[in-house]
């Protein structure tokens, strides 16, 4: 089990479905999908009604219900960081916009949100007694995250400035080249260039991907439930995947690693 107590700075390690107008049918919907439980917290009340998903009694992502009207639905990705204020300093040298600036969350933690200079959205998490994930590389909990972007240098530099990313490049056969993101020889996550392969509206973002045993299973799961399959699913060097949306709006992936990816997962 990939199971977790702490991380490294500069690794992925808390996903949060944020603005949900309806944690009741979401908690619903991704049961089924991939066997969470996402239960009322004794703080729930004190943090605005945030509640955390889990998959056999561990924590693997977050669950913000909508604080504006006009906040959209969307799965968010957020780094470790050993501190949050010097993080945020070294967004706004590199060109970043910080949205929501550091906050301490009940002593478990300190949250900022910021913007990179290509218009993608991301978190950083400073642990205080809490580190984030407790279970991940599992199915039914994230296994990667991905920027999507059309302006592949300018987010190379950001991220390498602010978390001190490096990126291996990665032909893909009919996919053109990928870029992993590395620090050291240890992964990341991923990065793709977004120009000409998703609609002009889409805006640029952090993907999530979930691992689970059978992405085709998953995606008539999404449509049997009034989500959408957007993409796929498809077979690629690491494994099977497949674009989803659940049926409040919030984009997603779904992997079904090869046996490979699966002995190989941190």
């Known amino acids: 089990m990939s199971e977790r107590t702490s ?38 009340a004190e943090l605005g009604g945030y509640r955390r998903a889990q998959l056999g009694g561990r924590d693997v992502a977050g669950v913000s219900p909508k ?26 040298d590199a060109g970043g916009t910080v949205i929501v600036d550091a906050m301490d969350v ?19 998490w400073q642990p205080g007694t809490f580190v984030g994930a ?15 972007t059309r302006d592949v240098p300018a987010a190379r530099e950001f991220y390498g400035a602010v978390f001190g990313w490096t990126v291996e490049e990665q ?20 990065m793709i260039d977004m120009t000409g392969m998703a609609p002009d509206e889409a805006p640029p973002h952090w993907l999530v991907y979930f691992t689970v045993a059978d992405a085709d299973a998953a995606a008539e799961t999404t449509k049997a439930a009034g ?5 796929g699913p498809i077979d690629i060097s690491v494994g099977r995947l497949a674009m989803l949306a659940d049926p409040q ?13 699966r002995e190989n997962a941190p």
């Open 7 to 44: 991380y490294e700075p500069g690794t992925p390690s808390w996903v949060e479905l944020s603005g949900t107008p309806d944690v009741d049918a979401a908690e619903a919907f991704y049961r089924e999908l991939l066997g969470w439980e996402i239960p009322e917290q004794p703080n729930s």
């Open 67 to 92: 604080m504006q009207d006009d906040q959209p639905t969307v799965w968010a990705t957020y780094v470790s960081v050993e501190d949050a204020e010097a993080t945020l300093a070294k967004v706004r």
């Open 106 to 124: 009940m002593g478990m933690g300190t949250m900022a949100v910021f913007a990179d200079p290509t218009g993608a959205v991301c978190g950083i």
């Open 134 to 148: 407790e279970l991940v590389n599992e199915d039914g909990a994230f296994g990667w995250n991905e920027l999507g």
């Open 171 to 190: 032909e893909m056969p009919g996919m053109g080249t990928y870029y992993v993101w590395k620090d050291g020889e240890a992964v990341r996550g991923g």
């Open 227 to 231: 989500g959408q399959l957007l993409n």
């Open 249 to 261: 709006g919030a984009f997603f992936a779904v992997m079904a690693p090869s046996d490979e990816t």
